[in-house]
């Protein structure tokens, strides 16, 4: 158990809708990560997000969008969800301290099915 | 820009064998981090180990151990005493020192342990 906790760990839902991922990273790390792993893939990063602040962008859509709270969790919230959309999120924390590089803790995942 | 390359994308390794995992990377960086994650059927990902750039010895974690070829800009990983519970996918993963630490992963292995 890496201390990452997401939820929901499934979700099915329709095209064109609007889904929430929510993390809540270890104790004590102030920085979050968003990844997303389609079937056989690799993991492409979406977002970091540092002590509530956007960090760093990656390959993610203009219909998705993140954000942290004072309390450090996140949430992904994907929206006008497509068939292509379907694929395991992932959310990592690390501690966030100054000088990086840092080793980041992944949670269990999201499988978001989209029919 | 910093590339990550697995070239095997899979392997076969009987039990209680070893087996070695390739990883090849491209940076400009002298100060980074070097990863492998383990992601097996569960799909949850999972450090291995770990090797930072500046030191000269390699990261050794039980069974797992890596050779890292700073100069050659390789990164494999060894697996003694192969285990079935070793059957996974491997992902080699960069992380250099900036604000960001942002992870680049290699396209993954799959390994599977035969009994």
């Known amino acids: 158990d890496s201390g990452v906790t997401q939820t929901p760990k499934h979700l099915i839902t329709a095209t064109g809708q609007r889904v929430t991922l929510r993390c809540s990273p270890r104790s004590g790390d102030l920085s979050v990560y968003w990844y997303q792993q389609s079937l056989d893939q690799g993991l492409q990063f979406l977002i970091q997000y540092y002590n509530g602040e956007e960090r760093a962008k990656g390959n993610i859509l203009e219909r998705f969008s993140a954000q942290q709270f004072p309390d450090l969790h996140s949430e992904l919230n994907l929206s006008s969800l497509e068939l292509g959309d379907s694929a395991l999120y992932f959310c990592?924390?690390?501690?966030?301290?100054?000088?990086?590089?840092?080793?980041?803790?992944f949670g269990p995942g999201t499988r978001l099915l989209v029919l | 820009a910093q590339t990550v390359t697995q070239s095997q994308p899979e392997m076969s390794v009987q039990e209680a064998e070893t087996v070695t995992l390739s990883c090849t990377y491209d940076t400009s960086e002298s100060n980074y981090y070097l990863f492998w994650y383990k992601q097996p059927p569960s799909r949850q990902m999972i450090l291995v180990i770990r090797q930072e750039a500046y030191k000269q010895q390699n990261a050794t974690e039980n069974r797992f151990s890596v050779n890292f070829q700073k100069a050659a800009k390789s990164f494999s990983l060894k697996i003694s005493d192969s285990q079935l519970g070793d059957t996974a996918m491997y992902f080699c993963a960069f992380i250099k020192r900036d604000n960001f630490n942002k992870f680049y992963f290699g396209s993954g292995t799959k390994l599977n342990v035969k009994p």
């Open positions: 990592a924390s690390s501690r966030g301290l100054a000088g990086g590089p840092e080793t980041q803790y």
